[in-house]
């Protein structure tokens, strides 16, 4: 017992100096550490718009499939160009989008054509791929929520 309390007497702590080159070690890993994770939030809330606007824009294609032609209800047989807004695309979308100002366009070079070029204006995933009010495509948003 007796050797055991002196070998207890005998052990030294750490030193300030010692201390704080822990703390100064803490420190710079903490450094490099946040601004990576601010990057991790903003790349993950990017790809999380990507998808919702992907998400408004199949609910177009399903409105167009449904026989709903958008705003203004044009001739499906000689319209080329054909948009939805929230409000003719709520019953399509399950989430509350809460951004309202968004349009969705379809464009087919012909009237006859089948397919086209689907578009999405004023949402905040189109404002950062292509720029304030300018359409991104969805080919685009694919790639952007990659």
């Known amino acids: ?5 002196k070998l207890l007497k005998n052990q030294k702590g750490m030193t300030l100096v010692e201390l704080l080159a822990v703390l100064v070690i803490l420190g710079i890993i903490a450094a490099i550490a946040i601004p990576m994770i601010g ?8 790809k999380a718009d990507a998808n919702e ?4 824009i199949n609910a177009a294609k399903m409105a167009y499939s449904n026989g709903e032609y958008g705003s203004g209800s044009p001739d499906p047989s000689t319209a080329t160009e054909f948009s939805y807004t929230k409000t003719e695309l ?7 989008i809460t951004n309202n100002k968004y349009t969705v366009k379809f464009t087919k070079a012909k009237a006859t054509d089948k397919s086209g070029t689907w578009t999405i204006v004023g949402h905040p995933a189109s404002d950062k791929i292509s720029g304030k009010d300018k359409a991104a495509t969805e080919q ?3 790639n952007a929520a990659k």
């Open 53 to 56: 606007a992907l998400n408004i």
């Open 140 to 142: 685009q948003l694919k």
């Open 90 to 96: 709520e019953s399509y979308v399950d989430v509350d």
């Open 39 to 46: 990057n991790v939030i903003e790349k993950s809330r990017d």
């Open 1 to 5: 017992m007796q050797k055991r309390m």
